[in-house]
Structures are given as structure tokens and as C-alpha cells.
């Protein structure tokens, strides 16, 4: 039975959250950009997002066009100072200290922040589904390497970097029209099968397939609970256990520190 509620800012943390993060052993996050937005990133989907603004360039054309290639490093470069100047917020605290106590399973985010892996979540546990803009891979060869020197040629030049292989550089993220990594699919696919509680945070669950690894769990009796600021896409699901409406910042961390 889905249970709802709309706490007061001043509220002590819902005791029924509290008793969930208290008696799970196995906790998957599935964070989304409402978690990301607290520190500052811009929620690109937003009414005030870049996707607004700029079309996003589709994965087929960068790898076609130089001109498309442009476009993608620019709108990144427009965001740039934003990402690297971010820092983890109370949410992303809560979760590594959730991690800290033995008690995560797998955090599976759709953020490209980077921002979990700051605040202490370990790469065994995370799942970054979307990428991360932490890092800029070769589409030839695969390296990664820091971002910094590449986004400076390209403020120089304002031609998109090559890798020393010859391949063409974009940041570590999945962009429109390019699959999600089968690797990262079966982990979290795997860890929605291993959690005994489930908790989305600040996600609107509307973006597929990442929105679909909650339901793995949930479709097995396990609970699964919603903390959101709006509407959500699995809001009326018969699986929901517990749906928190409001600031994630304000309703996670307190229900944390109360249950460890």
C-alpha cells in the first residue's frame, strides 16, 4: 500500500523511513538530478535547462561531424566550471555514511557529477548508468584521462581534441542516441536482484532504462521507497511502499543519522 506524505521542514524524520534504512542490510540508491541540483548542477531536462536552450548532440553525429563535435565540447564547456567547482552535498554524505555502516548494496545514479565518488562512495558500489563528466574517453581506444587540458585546447582552438591514437575525445558520458554500457546495466541489474530496500532519490524515474532498475527490485516484494520534489513516473506503482513529497536534502540525511 503506497503511504504519502508532505513532512514540514521542521518535521523530526518519517519513522517509516527510518525503520527501512534501520532494518535493510542491502540499501540500492538510484539518485537523479534532483540530488545533483542541491550542489549547484543544473538539471539539463529542467524549465530552465540547457536542453532548452541548445539541442543535445546525438552520439551518430559527433562521431560524423566536426561540427557536431564542436557543438558537444562547447555545451560542456558551458557547464564546465560548474561540475569541477561542485561539492557533494548532505544526500551524497548520507549515502557514504550509509556505505561506511555496511549497510549499500550498489548506489546507482543517473547523475555524470562525479559527486558521489567525492563524497566517499566506492567505485565497487557505484554505478554511474549515464557516465560522468570526471573524466573524457577516447571513442577509439577507450582511455580515460582528466578533463582539464582537453577543455583548455578547445577554449584555445575551439577544434574538438583528438586522442594520441587519433581518436576523437568526448567526455565519459552517454550521450542522446548512444547506449548505456552492458556492464553497468548487469551490475545494477545485479544489485536490484541482491537489495532487500530500495530507495529513489530526487528523481522524476521518467528516463529509461535507468528508471527501470528500481522495479527490479521492488517487482520482488522488496520495499521500495520514493523521497521526491514533484511528481514521479512510479508514484502510483503497486510496488511503492512509501512516498515522501519534498527536498531530498532535508528528508534523507535526518532518517540516515536517526537509523544508523
Not at 160 to 178: E, M, V
Not at 199 to 216: D, F, R
Request: charged share 20%.
Amino acid at each position: 500500500m503506497l503511504l504519502k506524505m508532505t513532512p514540514d521542514v521542521t518535521e523530526s524524520p518519517d519513522p517509516r523511513l527510518v525503520a527501512y534504512l534501520r532494518q535493510a542490510d542491502r540499501i540500492l540508491i538510484f539518485t537523479g538530478a534532483g540530488v545533483s541540483t542541491a550542489s549547484g548542477i543544473p538539471d539539463f531536462r529542467g524549465p530552465q535547462g540547457v536542453w532548452k536552450r541548445r539541442q543535445p548532440v546525438y552520439y551518430q553525429d559527433f562521431m560524423a561531424s566536426e561540427e557536431a563535435r564542436v557543438e558537444h565540447w562547447d555545451q560542456k564547456l558551458e557547464g564546465y566550471e560548474a561540475f569541477r567547482n561542485a561539492r557533494p552535498n548532505a544526500v551524497h554524505e548520507a549515502i557514504a555514511r550509509l556505505e561506511a555502516a555496511g549497510k549499500i548494496e550498489a548506489v546507482v545514479t543517473q547523475n555524470i557529477d562525479g559527486l558521489h565518488a567525492k563524497a566517499g562512495t566506492s567505485a565497487a558500489r557505484l554505478i554511474e548508468l549515464h557516465g560522468t563528466n570526471a573524466q573524457v574517453e577516447c571513442q577509439a581506444c577507450g582511455e580515460r584521462s582528466d578533463p582539464a587540458p582537453h577543455f583548455e585546447y578547445f577554449r584555445q582552438h575551439r577544434r574538438s581534441p583528438r586522442c594520441p591514437c587519433g581518436g576523437h575525445l568526448k567526455t565519459a558520458t552517454i550521450s542522446f542516441g548512444q547506449g548505456l554500457r552492458e556492464e553497468d546495466l548487469s551490475r545494477a541489474s545485479f544489485a536490484a536482484g541482491q537489495a532487500d530496500l530500495v530507495v529513489a532519490l530526487g528523481s522524476t524515474l521518467s528516463v529509461y532504462p535507468a528508471a527501470s532498475i528500481p522495479l527490479l527490485a521492488a517487482d520482488r516484494s522488496v520495499p521500495y521507497v520514493i523521497l521526491n520534489q514533484g511528481h514521479t513516473e512510479h508514484d502510483h506503482h503497486p510496488a511503492v511502499s512509501l512516498r515522501l513529497e519534498g527536498d531530498v536534502t532535508r528528508l534523507f540525511p535526518p532518517a540516515v543519522d536517526a537509523a544508523l
